[in-house]
């Protein structure tokens, strides 16, 4: 049995062809219990801006909020990226949609017509059905971000989910009409990481605005999070769209409009956000 892919061997080459900065060098992991931890370890050891980690399975994956990330060895698509930039915290949360920003525009340029979105802050969905994550983590030295570092799982050759996910997962396999490339993927999320995560570090989102609002899966949608005060309490309401700081403006009940910069939302999907996600393509 093979360590690597052969779609993931081509990964350099794929990526030397589009003259990014980033996946440079290139590291592919048979496994590892986490890239993001292997970019973590690089980054204190020196590794350059650009250095990318790449692994056929992860025995610790983990997404947001402490959950972990299933991916069956050769099914997924599981990278860290090292960006070396230095900025003060507040400028992660923009960077964080840039990354899922990133990743929406690869998964959708090989799935196109699938409707890809972009939920808030980095998942990316076709209908109400989770297909990437990205996960931004820093090294702070004081009170500055020196280094930041994008881990992002996609499901890319993945048909079978465990019955637990079944209504909530899908892959890039499922939507597209033409099989997958690993390769492509990595070197295209790459490409517009590169373009973009630099800029909107130094300038906030204001510039991506049509892109956000064009790629939300949220915008008009009922939606609602925990307040963080006693057990039930909870915010809600009308998702309106994503400001320059990169929070979610939602517009409460009582038409005050509110900013979230942090939490996991819950969503109201509709019937017609359902019934496209349980229709999938067959590649």
């Known amino acids: 049995m093979r360590d690597i892919g052969p779609d993931l061997e081509r990964a350099p080459h794929v990526i030397a062809a589009r003259g990014s900065l980033l996946g440079r060098p290139l590291h592919l992991l048979a496994t590892t219990t986490s890239t993001n931890d292997e970019a973590k370890r690089g980054a204190k050891d020196g590794a350059p801006h650009g250095a990318t980690w790449v692994a056929e399975e992860q025995t610790a994956g983990r997404g947001r909020q402490g959950r972990s990330w299933l991916s069956p060895r050769g099914e997924g698509l599981l990278f860290s990226v090292l960006v070396r930039v230095e900025c003060v915290p507040s400028r992660l949360p923009p960077a964080a949609l840039a990354a899922g920003l990133a990743v929406r525009d690869a998964v959708a340029r090989a799935a196109p017509g699938a409707g890809v979105k972009l939920k808030w802050?980095?998942?990316?969905?076709?209908?109400?059905?989770k297909v990437a994550g990205v996960l931004v983590e820093a090294t702070?030295?004081?009170s500055k971000v020196e280094a930041v570092i994008v881990g992002v799982g996609i499901n890319v050759h993945t048909r079978n989910f465990p019955p637990e996910l079944a209504d909530r997962a899908t892959s890039v396999a499922l939507v597209a009409g033409e099989p997958p490339d690993r390769?492509?993927?990595?070197?295209?999320?790459?490409?517009?990481?590169?373009?973009?995560?630099?800029?909107?570090?130094?300038?906030?989102?204001?510039?991506?605005?049509?892109?956000?609002e064009a790629a939300d899966a949220l915008r008009g949608r009922r939606v609602r999070r925990d307040a963080g005060g006693q057990e039930g309490e909870h915010e809600e309401g009308e998702?309106?769209?994503v400001d320059g700081e990169g929070r979610l403006v939602v517009r409460?009940?009582?038409?005050?409009?509110?900013?979230?910069?942090?939490?996991?939302?819950?969503?109201?999907?509709?019937?017609?956000?359902?019934?496209d996600a349980k229709t999938p393509r067959e590649g």
């Not at 802050?121 to 059905?129: A, F, I, Q, W």
């Not at 993927?185 to 590169?194: A, M, P, S």
């Not at 509110?258 to 019934?275: I, K, M, P, Y």
């Open 121 to 129: 802050p980095n998942d990316v969905l076709v209908g109400h059905r």
């Open 140 to 142: 702070t030295a004081g």
């Open 183 to 212: 390769a492509e993927i990595l070197g295209d999320t790459l490409e517009f990481l590169d373009r973009d995560l630099h800029i909107v570090v130094a300038r906030g989102l204001n510039l991506w605005q049509a892109r956000l």
């Open 239 to 241: 998702a309106s769209g």
């Open 252 to 275: 409460r009940d009582d038409g005050v409009l509110v900013r979230w910069s942090a939490g996991e939302v819950h969503v109201e999907w509709g019937e017609e956000s359902r019934q």
